[in-house]
């Protein structure tokens, strides 16, 4: 039977508001909806937080009183908000989480995957977010264009060709960020972007 499933859930590494204003703990995720194949049909189930025409991203939280009472309340997330759509070409097909995001003065910085193409001309390529510091589910920014896109070699050729995938991030003392991502699905190499002072300050 088919149902929708978390995919790459990347935490936020501090408490934030959900929609009630309640801290809580909360994670980024991109609901997959599944099909199951049952004698030549196809089976289509919604997921729970509704009809999903691209996959996108998804915010989910549970309260830390909550998870103060009683640790395994950590995995029961709820309230859960649409924070992102494909909103330009080189993300048509879907987006998804990367590293965690980092927070920084002027709001969360997420780096994310966006995918494009279809087949043979498939392409993973690199974005950054930035959501508002206490409200994470409203978008400051989204990257109009990949800030990074396979080019050399080992981007391009592997187990899965055309592929950067972000997957941790680390905020260096000169306002640079290392991005470590995943290269073709073969390998694992790192970027360093500066950060525009707007976010900084």
Same mark, same amino acid.
């Given at each position: ?5 978390? $995919?790459r ?16 703990f909360?994670?980024?995720?991109r609901?997959t ?5 049952q004698?030549?049909?196809r ?10 025409k691209?996959e ?17 309340q ?27 995001p ?19 001309? $498939?392409?993973?390529s ?6 508002n ?35 941790a ?31 900084l300050?």
């Open positions: 039977m088919g149902r929708a499933k978390p $995919r859930r990347v935490f936020f590494s501090e408490p934030v508001l959900d929609p009630s204003g309640v801290r809580s909360a994670i980024l995720h609901p909806v599944r099909f199951h194949l004698h030549g049909t089976q289509f189930i919604r997921p729970s937080m509704g009809l999903l691209h996108a991203l998804w915010i989910s939280y549970v309260s830390v009183d909550a998870v103060l009472a009683d640790l395994a950590l995995t029961e997330v709820g309230h859960h908000e649409h924070v992102m759509s494909s909103a330009s070409p080189w993300e048509a097909v879907k987006i998804g989480a990367g590293a965690p980092i927070r920084l003065h002027g709001g969360w910085l997420l780096p994310y995957h966006g995918v494009s193409g279809e087949n043979e001309s $498939r392409r993973y690199m974005g950054v977010a930035v959501l510091l206490e409200r994470p589910s409203r978008v400051l920014y989204q990257s109009p264009e990949p800030i990074l896109v396979p080019e050399t070699e080992y981007e391009r050729g592997g187990l899965v060709s055309n592929v950067i995938f972000p997957s991030a680390d905020l260096r003392t000169d306002n640079s960020v290392d991005i470590y991502y995943g290269a073709a699905d073969r390998v694992v190499a790192a970027a360093r972007i500066g950060l525009p002072s707007e976010i300050t």
